[in-house]
């Protein structure tokens, strides 16, 4: 089962309605749910495969870029330089599966 995966999954889900709560995003809720889905499904794909890091390489790649990029923008850690961190480590995480 991959815990780290669905943490990763639950805390992009969690970030989103954050965002939603506080600033009334909408973008930021429908976002969250996006890529918190693919990132649930991905973990559920690694459980099930451990080689099979497509969908969430995909979604943990995205997100890093995206949210980097903000980061560098705006300079402001919470909520775009924590996520864009989490996801470049999740990155290198799903790399290192398919290497080892």
Do not use: C, E, H
Not at 22 to 32: E, F, N, P
Not at 40 to 52: H, T
Request: overall charge positive; glycine content about 14%; cysteine-free.
């Amino acid at each position: 089962m991959d815990w780290i995966g669905f943490g990763y999954a639950a805390t992009i889900v969690f970030g989103g309605f954050m965002g939603y709560k506080r600033k009334a995003s909408v973008m930021s809720l429908i976002a969250g749910l996006v890529f918190g889905g693919l990132s649930a499904y991905g973990a559920y794909n690694i459980s099930n495969d451990p080689k099979n890091i497509q969908v969430s390489l995909l979604a943990s790649g995205v997100l890093s870029v995206v949210m980097g990029l903000r980061y560098k923008k705006s300079g402001k850690l919470m909520p775009a330089g924590i996520i864009s961190g989490l996801s470049l480590l999740m990155v290198f995480r799903l790399l290192l599966l398919v290497v080892v």
